[in-house]
């Protein structure tokens, strides 16, 4: 895979790219199929919220301690620079935040 998508003088990151498709089209897929039609959209707002928020840490973090050993100079310009990013960290980290989201969703449904 191309690390960037280059359009003019515009460098789209690829990986970034695929996160923001992969996030539309799961939420067009649930508002247009019939099947999940009595699903809470604000539900999956949340669940879709917690997953982005920690697939995108454990990204991060995976590339960290993959690129281990760095400097404290090289770990603060690792999330200005483009890039830096694990799949695997994203994917682990996704899983949990399902978790987390399933969990708070349970804790908020209950106070109703």
């Known amino acids: 895979?191309?690390?960037?998508?280059?359009?003019?003088?515009l460098n789209i990151p690829s990986y970034g790219m695929c996160i923001v498709f992969?996030?539309?089209l799961a939420s067009l897929w649930v508002k247009i199929d019939?099947?999940?039609k009595d699903i809470?959209?604000?539900?999956?707002?949340l669940i879709s919220a917690c997953i982005f928020g920690t697939g995108f840490l454990g990204a991060k973090i995976a590339f960290i301690l993959v690129s281990f050993p760095f400097?404290?100079?090289a770990?603060?310009?690792?999330?200005?620079a483009p890039g830096g990013f694990v799949f695997y960290g994203g994917l682990l980290?996704?899983?949990l935040g399902y978790l987390i989201g399933i969990k708070i969703s349970r804790q908020r449904n209950a106070d109703y």
């Open 22 to 24: 992969g996030i539309i």
């Open 1 to 9: 895979m191309l690390p960037f998508l280059s359009i003019g003088s």
């Open 34 to 36: 019939p099947h999940w």
């Open 75 to 80: 770990f603060l310009s690792s999330f200005s």
């Open 93 to 95: 980290g996704g899983a």
């Open 40 to 45: 809470d959209f604000d539900f999956f707002i």
């Open 71 to 73: 400097s404290f100079q």
